[in-house]
């Protein structure tokens, strides 16, 4: 019950107790937090609510985000985004304080290149600790960085795309605080990729998407958690370039090793040193590398040597990648090769997510997978098994009847068909499996047609060779009869 003094009298008009302005009371550093939350257009628009309101925003650090606007007229493009880059580079250049963060794209324009030279060398001198540009030239370079933004060593998060650094002020470059790298479509060469990562003590995201010039890379970072090295092939905006060479020296903290598809079947790739490492993909079955001394594969024919004692016990994650066009069929059936897989497989005592990106020959071998032992990780670890591109051969069939039979702990297995599955050839397989008896009493099997399978959904869909929906001709032929 309310003291009387609180209480107001039914019918009574409410007449409030409070007449200020409390948002204005606040000190002056949780109002510049409020103004950083808000769009810079929004954020300069306080300024007129009131005296206590006019210098505030000057004080906050600029976000400036220009890279998602979309153009409706582009007859008028060159004079509006023109106009934009020299207002942004006007507020930039009045504004007292910092600037935290600048996003760009659709500079392809190369009479923009003078604002943005202007742009580049005011983030600099502001301070500037995340950037992004984007000059959306689809693999056209035409930008070269200048050396103002090569010495500003206050960034902490740079995104470029569609670029070129310039060969010799790259030497000299400084970047102590950054700590996350991203370059897609941006040309280097590999002196000058070691240069720029030796200015980079404190780098923990690498991610080199498309990028052409280099030809033998060699990381040395201390700091390095997830190392990204993707590329396309051209009939899907790649450049066609692809490195020889890659060996990781050391990373110590590496945890996140991710090699496009294209890039681990055209680059030998030997990793040395990498105690930590959580998350490995894509894997070549039928590629070149090497993880230490657990992996070895020969040029001429598969060979896997693998000591009882040597292993990846940290490894959880992996994505192993059986081929990348049909008519380079991989076969779950085939006896060379499932023993490879199998020994592969037993060098991660401890893991807890399996994919498998392939495809099965039409008369393959059947039998392999029923005189396995089970894996270690089956008894404790192993929740989870995708199959991309499974077709519903027999010897994907008994494939994943093994994971049924042993994954004492296995939640969920995802097939994605190439095929629509029908109700008829699901009850088939089910029965085959036995899913009465599985291991886990808790595991649930889902088939997804790839048509309508999200993306969104697989962390490897990025690293694909091509589109998860591109057509495939010929399957006929190949797909199982009930």
């Known amino acids: 019950m309310l003291p009387t003094s609180c209480q107001r009298r039914v019918g009574a008009p409410f007449v409030p107790q409070l007449q200020t302005d409390l948002i204005s009371m606040l000190p002056d550093n949780i109002l510049s937090t409020i103004l950083l939350l808000l769009p810079i257009k929004e954020a300069i628009r306080t300024s007129v609510l009131s005296s206590r309101w006019h210098d505030i925003w000057k004080l906050n650090p600029l976000n400036i985000d220009d890279s998602t606007r979309k153009f409706d007229n582009q007859q008028n493009f060159h004079e509006i985004r023109l106009k934009t880059l020299q207002a942004i580079n006007r507020i930039a250049s009045v504004h007292p304080g910092s600037i935290h963060s600048f996003r760009i794209s659709q500079l392809r324009e190369p009479a923009f290149h003078c604002e943005v030279d202007n742009l580049m060398e005011t983030l600099s001198s502001k301070g500037v600790r995340e950037l992004s540009l984007s000059f959306g030239y689809q693999g056209k370079l035409r930008y070269g960085l200048p050396s103002s933004l090569l010495q500003c060593q206050t960034l902490c998060k740079v995104s470029l795309s569609d670029c070129f650094f310039p060969p010799s ?43 052409s010039g280099l030809q033998y890379v060699r990381l040395n970072c201390a700091k390095l958690q997830k190392l990204t090295i993707h590329e396309r092939s051209p009939s899907c905006g790649g450049s066609g370039s692809h490195v020889k060479e890659m060996i990781i020296e050391s990373a110590p903290e590496l945890q996140s090793l991710r090699l496009g598809e294209r890039t681990v079947h055209h680059t030998r790739i ?164 036995c899913l009465e008896n599985r291991a886990s009493i808790h595991l649930e099997v889902e088939f997804l047609h790839m048509t309508g399978f999200d993306p969104d959904s697989c962390e490897w869909a990025p690293l694909f060779h091509r589109p998860l929906h591109e057509p495939i001709s010929d399957l006929m032929s190949l797909l199982p009869t009930v």
């Open 169 to 211: 002020p790259v030497v000299n470059s400084s970047f102590p605080n950054l700590r996350e790298l991203t370059l897609e479509y941006v040309f280097l060469w590999d002196h000058l990729l070691n240069c720029l990562l030796e200015s980079c003590a404190q780098l923990e995201v690498l991610q080199l998407i498309d990028c």
């Open 270 to 433: 030997l990793v040395q040193h990498v105690p930590k490492l959580e998350v490995l993909g894509f894997f070549p079955i039928n590629g070149s590398m090497q993880i230490g001394n657990t992996f070895s594969n020969s040029y001429n024919q598969h060979q896997m040597s693998v000591n009882g004692s040597i292993g990846l016990p940290t490894v959880k994650k992996v994505a192993l990648l059986a081929d990348s066009m049909l008519s380079a069929l991989f076969s779950f059936g085939n006896g060379s090769t499932c023993s490879l897989l199998s020994a592969m497989l037993r060098c991660f005592p401890c893991l807890e997510t399996l994919y498998i990106k392939g495809s099965i020959e039409p008369t393959p071998h059947i039998g392999f997978w029923e005189q396995q032992a089970p894996f270690d990780f089956f008894g404790h670890h192993l929740k989870s098994v995708t199959v991309f591109q499974f077709l519903g051969m027999d010897a994907e069939v008994e494939f994943v009847k093994f994971f049924v039979q042993h994954g004492q702990v296995l939640e969920r297995i995802s097939l994605i068909c190439l095929f629509e599955p029908t109700d008829k050839l699901v009850r088939k397989l089910r029965r085959e499996w």
